[in-house]
């Protein structure tokens, strides 16, 4: 059929109709406010982190040790009630140098957002954090790496507790 | 269980833009009715409407399904929107399909519709509510880092350059030179140009991406002994499947898309295909990164894991090849109106079948398909297997 039909329905705007004033429009901001209640398995997570501990969750049933920490086993569907503390070191599983923001505003330094895969949770179980401390042309995947806390008092329980992660010396 | 066939018999698209005039309903009325006059049916013959439309946050309006109802002609039929991300635009037609597979009815109406271009300014916020609010938001994500990071574990563990995933933004967008909806067709874009684009985050440049789009597309199945009077071409739906991973994104290898490989083989155990490389003849997997294309035709099974680049390389995947991919142009080159995207790639499948799709015919008579789409947070995969 799309042989036969050439033309498609559909009206293509340019910036151009808008600053000419062609196209009428209604502009709203919509503001929504939330509060989220953090759970059981991710409140033990923040308090946690509030002193200076990255919990996983381990499921004895299938042996393995997940982070953040979770109320059920997704593979079991078992209860995970045995929460372990892990290292605050990892590696680098997958990284990426961002050189934009959500609103699409240019970053001349890039971000630098990181899969870290926790020591002591099973392996490729990672946090999503960012990495500083370090020359963006250096970073790699299967780099070593370790967090930054704030300062005990500065801590609230939030994933911002610890304020990115650095490299450590491989050896 | 006994399921009776389903054919696609009509299909219908607006062009994708990047800003539309129309509104949402709008669009979907003209996909809507180019999909009925395509088929000679009217509003009166449809038994039943699917609708596929993406999250409520595009428009700023709850219960978007609800709103684009009258557009998709909707009204006093049973209705249903289904909304699974990204992969909306493959999983409304197996909801179409399982209402006349069932046989609960015998015409159905799949609508697809996106307007992207509501958000203000870039559609791009709209998706940073995926990231866990406690978890992730605190860090002040934004959504190319999912696909730069799933892109750079990909690249590297199997060591794919970057000039390789650049032969697939380059071939889609080359493909969709000829198609008449295509918002970023060109025929004489270069590897070179891809890398040279701008960086957003590395590895993703600015050609590795598909753009934001307002577009629609409908199709019309019917159960076979309907299609048997109405056309001489049905197109069969032969295979569906759909499957999800962990919302636990971190807590997985981002190599491999094993919940595409699910849906795969739930959809190739149903059609009786045993060796998909030679039995599928036109692959279109979900490309809204050149990479994602790449990813997805190696959990399809069409590729080896880490070796779907040779696909593009020794010519496998251009539309004169044996096993053409995105002859459409996908989303790279005609765009990303999200589940309108994914719906595009089943009339692909419709005109591509049939022998109509003109000036994007592949050549030989192709006889299956296959459509796939994925989304949420990287982690659902829907496939459709489509034979005549």
Known sequence: MTENIRSFPGTPLSEQDFEEGKILFNYDELNGKFSWDTGIAIGSYLAGLKNGVILGSRCSTCRKTVVPPRTVCEWCFRPMQEYVPLHDTGTVNTFSLCYVTWDMKRLTDPQIPAVIEIDGASPLHGIMHLLKEVDPQKVHIGMRVKAVWKSAEERTGAITDIQYFKPVKEV | ?388
């Open chain 2, 1 to 388: 269980m006994t399921m009776r066939k389903v054919a696609v018999i009509g299909a219908g698209m607006t062009k994708f833009v990047r800003r539309a005039q129309e509104t949402p309903k709008e669009l979907s009325w003209l996909a809507t009715r180019m999909a009925l006059e395509s088929c000679e049916l009217t509003l009166d013959d449809i038994e039943a409407v699917c609708m596929g439309t993406a999250p409520d946050s595009f428009d700023g309006i709850h219960m978007k399904g609800e709103y684009l109802s009258d557009g998709a002609g909707a009204w006093r039929k049973p209705y249903m929107r289904s909304y699974v991300g990204g992969g909306t635009g493959v999983f409304v037609p197996i909801q179409g399909w399982y209402h006349v597979a069932s046989g609960m009815f015998d015409v159905v109406l799949v609508v697809a519709e996106e307007k992207m271009s509501n958000f203000y300014p870039h559609a791009q916020a709209a998706f940073l509510t995926i990231f866990d609010h406690t978890t992730e938001r605190p860090l002040g994500p934004n959504l190319l880092w999912i696909f730069a990071l799933e892109m750079n574990r990909y690249m590297t563990t199997y060591g794919i350059s970057k000039e390789d995933i650049a032969r697939v933004s380059v071939q889609h967008k080359r493909n969709a030179a000829n198609h008449p909806c295509a918002l970023l067709g060109d025929p004489d874009i270069t590897v070179e140009d891809v890398l040279n684009s701008e960086v957003l985050a590395y590895p993703v440049q600015r050609y590795d991406v598909s753009p934001v789009s307002d577009g629609a597309v409908a199709i019309v199945l019917a159960a076979e002994h309907v299609a048997k009077r109405l056309t001489d071409k049905p197109v069969w739906v032969e295979g569906v499947g759909w499957n999800l991973d962990t919302a636990h994104w971190t807590n997985r290898d981002l190599v491999y898309p094993r919940y595409v490989e699910y849906a795969a083989r739930m959809a190739y155990d149903m059609a009786g295909i045993k060796e998909p490389k030679k039995e599928i003849h036109i692959a279109e997997p979900y490309d809204p990164f050149d990479y994602k294309a790449l990813h997805h035709l190696e959990g399809l099974q069409l590729a080896e894991r880490g070796q779907a680049p040779q696909l593009y390389i020794d010519g496998t995947a251009a539309r004169d090849g044996n096993m053409p991919v995105c002859p459409s142009g996908g989303l790279l080159g005609v765009g990303n109106p999200i589940a309108a995207a994914g719906l595009m790639k089943i009339a692909e499948l419709f005109w591509q079948l049939r022998g109509e799709a003109g000036d994007r015919q592949v050549p030989g008579q192709p006889r299956r398909g296959i459509a796939q789409a994925w989304g949420d947070l990287m982690q659902v995969g829907t496939v459709v297997i489509m034979g005549r």
